[in-house]
């Protein structure tokens, strides 16, 4: 794993929020967590959501700033969300907490149970089973693309790219679940098999592989020795 995060701190902003900035960075300009600021019209039609199928517990092993987990707790899932990163998690606490603190938030943010782990241990480590196992991993930026949004290059920053995808992969296939679902850019390959059904939206795209599904049957025992 590679990161910088001797140069990126949790800080207190302006407003009462923690937030995540680069050292020596003025206060307010980094990157926090409000959640009122999500809009989830029309979340049920949202690919992110219709990739991971039925409402049940859900496991969001790489949380980052907890976006996505926010969307699939509105939606109805109950969402575990583990960050390995002690300064992103400290962030994402303090989100959630406000969060909880709004009576017209305090449902959707009690759907979520925070850990501050590695994923890679928690699903290595539980008995627990999950209806679905979300993966959205760091990656390298496209060559010549856009700069990254701010919020993503300070995690980027704090977390490092995850060079060891494919072994969190494999370790969520090991585990106890009824789906798996990982978060890819258009131009990147499948992360370890081709997916046994894709869900696109304009920006990114949602691998699904479903327990009896033919790309995982090749290698399941190789993943449980």
Not at 61 to 88: K, M, N, Y
Not at 192 to 205: G, H, M, N, Q, W
């Amino acid at each position: 794993m590679s990161g910088s995060k001797q140069t990126i701190a949790a800080e207190v902003d302006p407003d009462g929020r923690m937030e995540l900035i680069a050292v020596g960075e003025q206060a307010g300009h980094g990157a926090s967590v409000d959640f009122r600021r999500v809009t989830l019209r029309g979340i049920s039609s949202q690919p992110l959501v219709r990739a991971c199928g039925d409402r049940g517990r859900l496991l969001d092993a790489t949380a980052g700033l907890g976006g996505d987990s926010w969307i699939l707790a509105a939606a109805g899932f109950s969402v575990t969300a583990v960050e390995r990163s002690p300064l992103v998690f400290r962030v994402l606490s303090d989100g959630v907490d406000r969060a909880k603190a709004d009576s017209r938030l305090l449902a959707i943010a009690s759907r979520i149970e925070l850990r501050q782990a590695n994923a890679w241990d928690v699903l290595q480590s539980s008995s627990e089973s999950w209806a679905t196992i979300y993966l959205d991993p760091m990656y390298p930026p496209k060559p010549g693309s856009a700069l990254a949004p701010k919020p993503i290059r300070l995690v980027r920053d704090a977390v490092g790219d995850d060079l060891d995808s494919s072994a969190l992969f494999l370790a969520a296939v090991a585990a106890k679940w009824d789906r798996i679902v990982v978060k890819r850019p258009h131009h990147a390959e499948p992360l370890y098999a081709e997916p046994d059904v894709v869900f696109k939206s304009k920006l990114v795209r949602y691998d699904v592989y479903v327990r009896e599904g033919s790309s995982l049957r090749a290698f399941r025992p190789k993943a449980n020795s």
